[in-house]
């Protein structure tokens, strides 16, 4: 049982903000073995009243208004940020400036120049920084990191993965910050294509070129009337609003090692739920993983006797350590959700904070997955090729 703690900051109760509260809280119960114990110190919110509320639902022991004084506060060691992309920047440089530690939600920032900007001002401050791409935290996704690392699948030739959800596809859904360029940047893209992005760029390694194109269907939509994020509703006679950026999202994509493939997102997928899948083939296999059933693997293998030809499914669990907060023993497949993923991201990020490397995926991860974004937006605005510098 860990004896130093780790005082939490952190920003927004919304869908994430819960969802890393819950993190924090099951991390600390679930790994004997982890180094420091999370203290779940102070939320701050945008008024102190929602503040309030969710700290007294959460279980921090103080709360603000003013996340400028928190981020300040001598106590806290780690400030964890969860409000929408376009405050990602100023809260993160503020917390890397009072030097303590970051952990931010995704996309890093709305813009390239501010992700760049943090990530400098981490090195300088020796602070560390860690990303929430939850998606590369699956046993999924690291069973097929194990593999592929063994050459399972051989030399790496293609990777095709998408993240659909359905969750916008009513138009009389309101608008949120979610649509608008300045306070999210790109639509479906940054929201859920960066989640694939970041799956690519974990199994297959650095991007070096992409094409983009985009698509918004519903232009408009009705201001929000009751309730915030994913919960918000509009009344009939709400005020229109116009949807800045885009629905869905489609990218050839080719890789420095001469793989190639395609990614896209949509916001508007009808039926789609947790519709983030992908796969990667190589000269002797292919693996594929599909979000809704992200326990499991299917891999083939082209050196498998003819008699067994075919996709074979794997349950992944125990092959990755961090697995074992959950079962200590050898149980794969026995079943992980999605908030629990969240808890191996704590688990990886408190682990990073103690040793001598950098956390994974750090904030230059995050920025190497926004050169990728920005190509793409860029490339479907005049067309063409965008190498990435
Ligand atoms: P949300 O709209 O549900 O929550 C945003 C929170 O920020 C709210 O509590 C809001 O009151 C708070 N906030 C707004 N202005 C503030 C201010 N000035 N000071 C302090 N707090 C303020 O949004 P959601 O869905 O939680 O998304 C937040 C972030 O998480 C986004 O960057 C998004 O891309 C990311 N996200 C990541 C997911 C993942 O799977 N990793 C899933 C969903 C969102």
């Known amino acids: ?7 939490v900051g952190l920003i927004g109760s919304g869908f994430m903000g819960q969802a890393h509260a819950d993190a924090w809280r099951r991390a600390g119960l679930l790994y004997a073995d982890l180094p420091l114990k999370p203290v779940l110190h102070t939320l701050a919110d945008a008024t102190a009243s929602i503040a309030e509320q969710a700290a007294k ?3 921090f022991a103080h709360w ?22 376009n405050m990602h920047f100023d809260m993160a440089l503020a917390a890397i400036h009072a030097g ?3 952990y931010c939600e995704k996309p890093l920032t709305v813009s390239l120049e501010e992700a760049h900007i943090l990530v400098e001002e981490a090195r300088k401050a020796n602070v560390k920084t860690i990303m929430a791409f939850n998606n590369i935290k699956t046993p999924a996704a690291q069973l097929a990191k194990q593999m592929i690392e063994r050459g399972e699948i051989g030399e790496l030739t293609r990777f095709r993965g998408w993240f659909d959800q359905g969750f916008f596809n009513d138009p009389n859904l309101p608008w949120s910050w979610r649509c608008s360029r300045e306070l999210a940047g790109s639509g479906s893209l940054g929201d859920l294509g960066s989640h694939v992005v970041s799956v690519a760029q974990y199994l297959m390694g650095p991007v070096a070129s992409v094409i983009g194109q985009e698509q918004t269907f519903i232009s408009e939509r009705p201001e929000a009337g009751q309730g915030s994020g994913y919960g918000a509703t509009a009344s009939s006679q709400s005020v229109k609003k116009r949807v800045e950026n885009d629905d869905q999202f489609q990218a050839l994509v080719r890789f420095t090692n001469q793989a190639a493939g395609v990614i ?3 916001r508007i997928s009808a039926g789609k739920v947790f519709g983030i899948a992908w796969e990667v083939s190589g000269t002797e296999g292919t693996i594929i993983m599909d979000g809704e059933r992200f326990n499991e693997l299917k891999i083939a293998r082209y050196s498998d006797s003819n008699h067994d030809r075919g996709f074979k499914t794997i349950y992944a669990g125990s092959q990755v350590d961090s697995f074992a907060g959950f079962f200590g023993f050898d149980f794969a497949g026995g079943g992980l959700g999605y908030f629990d993923i969240k808890v191996i991201e704590i688990y990886d990020l408190i682990k990073g904070l103690v040793s001598n490397q950098p956390c994974f995926p750090d904030f230059t991860f995050g920025y190497e997955n926004q050169k990728i974004i920005d190509a793409m937006i860029r490339s479907s605005n005049r067309g063409g090729v965008v190498s990435i510098k």
């Open 100 to 102: 303590k530690h970051v």
């Open 64 to 85: 603000t208004a003013d996340w400028r004084e928190m981020v300040h506060h001598p106590e806290i060691d780690i400030v964890d940020i969860t409000t929408p992309n």
């Open 264 to 266: 896209e997102s949509s």
């Open 57 to 59: 639902r959460f279980g």
């Open 1 to 7: 049982m860990a004896t130093k703690t780790l005082n």
